[in-house]
């Protein structure tokens, strides 16, 4: 029974993460942060649903407090130029 609930636990965790960009809505995203570069003025995140790699750009003081390897939840804005720009960055 305890190795069927394990499994259950385990299950669980894979396909919320799978899905966690879609379930968290439209223009945000959930994953891991991978590299900061403060000279460009942006962020790059591995995407939790399509392991795909995104730039986000976000202001000096924001990347001033991200360290690489956190998971976070970030909400953005598409501008002009078709850049993505946080508006909102939540730690999970």
Same mark, same amino acid.
């Given at each position: 029974? /305890?190795?069927?609930?394990?499994? =259950? =636990?385990?299950?669980?965790a894979i =396909?919320?993460?799978?899905?966690?960009c879609? +379930?968290a809505?439209?223009?945000?995203h959930?994953? /891991? +942060?991978l590299a900061?570069?403060?000279?460009?003025?942006e962020? =790059? +995140?591995?995407d939790?649903?399509?392991? /795909?790699?995104?730039?986000?750009?976000?202001s000096p003081?924001?990347?001033?407090?991200? /360290?690489p390897g956190?998971?976070?939840?970030?909400r953005y804005?598409e501008?002009?130029k078709g850049?993505?720009?946080?508006v909102?960055?939540?730690a999970?």
């Amino acid at each position: 029974m /305890r190795k069927l609930l394990m499994g =259950v =636990v385990v299950s669980l965790a894979i =396909v919320s993460e799978g899905f966690a960009c879609t +379930l968290a809505g439209e223009n945000k995203h959930i994953g /891991r +942060l991978l590299a900061v570069d403060a000279a460009a003025g942006e962020f =790059v +995140l591995l995407d939790a649903e399509t392991q /795909r790699e995104l730039r986000f750009a976000a202001s000096p003081q924001l990347l001033d407090l991200l /360290r690489p390897g956190r998971t976070v939840k970030v909400r953005y804005e598409e501008d002009e130029k078709g850049r993505l720009v946080t508006v909102a960055l939540t730690a999970i």
